[in-house]
């Protein structure tokens, strides 16, 4: 069993930035990524960020490179989403999830485990 917790989330202007964090707890060390996915109202869950567990290596979608970061710190078994340059379209609540499928990136079916959602309000 994993347990995942959101953080952070709130209202932030255009172009302001946010950290999210997402600490996990159980059995992390069946992790093999983390990802940060996101839901606006009446849309479907959209892929935003992941990253290897052990490796640190990183995979983003399209609408969120070069603007968002995501980091992990082992110690603290923690998850990061740095957000910079926000837009209204990155309005949303935000999700954590771990994977244990070793290759798992942007679809939510290769997820195991979700935490409850952090609200991300980006207004002028």
């Known amino acids: 069993q994993v347990q995942l917790a959101e953080s952070g989330g709130g209202l932030v202007q255009i172009g302001g930035s946010l950290r999210l964090s997402c600490a996990t707890s159980?059995?992390?060390?069946?992790?093999?990524?983390m990802a940060w996915f996101r839901q606006a109202p009446g849309k479907e869950r959209e892929f935003v960020a992941t990253?290897?567990?052990?490796?640190?290596?990183?995979y983003y979608a399209d609408s969120v490179k070069g603007r968002f970061t995501i980091s992990r710190d082992n110690a603290k078994n923690t998850v990061y989403l740095q957000m910079n340059s926000l837009k209204p379209e990155d309005t949303a609540v935000y999700y954590c999830?771990?994977?244990?499928?070793?290759?798992?990136?942007?679809?939510?079916?290769?997820?195991?485990?979700w935490g409850q959602g952090t609200r991300v309000t980006v207004s002028s």
């Open positions: 990253i290897n567990w052990s490796a640190g290596s990183t």
């Open positions: 159980g059995r992390t060390f069946s992790m093999y990524a």
């Open positions: 999830a771990a994977a244990s499928y070793p290759r798992a990136r942007e679809h939510v079916y290769e997820y195991d485990y």
